[in-house]
């Protein structure tokens, strides 16, 4: 079964930086378009950042010049550089990538940007 996990959340205070990391495992083939997503409390789930399997790369704008995804393919693995964290960055950040014609989730990690 394939699989994405995440790692790297905590709590951090306004300004700081944190790295989170994705890894996938199980029986894979092919992995293109790997990306992030979050969730604040109350809000739904909105896209961050992506990279496709060639380095391009899209942010959303709450993000951009704060955040940057890259990706290791020799791993399967993704990552997420925040720099300049804000308190609204606060949320359960996701890991998303497609894995052999599926789109799979990973599990979450919590970010708490706080002082």
């Known amino acids: 079964q394939v699989q994405l996990v995440e790692s790297g959340g905590g709590l951090v205070q306004p300004g700081g930086s944190l790295r989170l990391s994705c890894a996938a495992s199980?029986?894979?083939?092919?992995?293109?378009?790997m990306g992030w997503y979050r969730q604040a409390p109350g809000k739904q789930r909105e896209f961050i950042a992506l990279?496709?399997?060639?380095?391009?790369?899209n942010y959303a704008d709450s993000v951009k010049g704060r955040f940057t995804v890259s990706r290791d393919n020799t791993k399967g693995a993704v990552y997420l550089q925040m720099n300049s964290l804000k308190p609204e960055d606060t949320a359960v950040y996701y890991c998303?990538?497609?894995?052999?014609?599926?789109?799979?989730w990973g599990q979450g990690t919590q970010v708490t940007v706080s002082s």
């Open positions: 998303n990538a497609e894995i052999n014609g599926n789109r799979v």
């Open positions: 990279i496709t399997s060639g380095g391009g790369t």
């Open positions: 199980g029986r894979i083939f092919s992995i293109y378009t």
